[in-house]
Nanobody, 124 residues
């Protein structure tokens, strides 16, 4: 029953925008910190952003600060990642994940549940 499903990926031009969704089922999303990660071909999975339990804080990687915005819609049990001013370097598979508790962490191993990922490709 526990599941995270990402959606909203696709092909966009540099400078464009994309909104990713992470829909949760089987648990109350608001009780946990939710992180977004991405993995490009040949590279390790890296943290992009995270929102803490009850929306207390949000964190962003330096590479996406000012361009990406993370938000939580508790009524829909969904977390969104709004991506603006996209660059080719943003091309990757994007994953959302549930932390074991309510605070954010940069450690991939701290997140016990992962979605299947959604592909984001930024190309001219």
């Amino acid at each position: 029953q526990l599941q995270l499903v990402e959606s909203g990926g696709g092909l966009v031009q540099p400078g464009g925008s994309l909104r990713l969704s992470c829909a949760a089922s089987g648990f109350t999303l608001d009780y946990y910190a939710i992180g977004w990660f991405r993995q490009a071909p040949g590279k390790e999975r890296e943290g992009v952003s995270c929102i803490s339990r009850n929306g207390g804080t949000t964190n962003y990687a330096d590479s996406v600060k000012g361009r990406f915005t993370l938000s939580r819609d508790n009524a829909k049990n969904t977390v969104y990642l709004q991506m603006n001013s996209l660059e080719p370097e943003d091309t990757a598979i994007y994953y959302c994940a549930k932390h074991s508790v309510g605070y954010c962490s940069d450690s991939v191993s701290s997140y016990g549940y992962w979605g299947q990922g959604t592909q984001v490709t930024v190309s001219s």
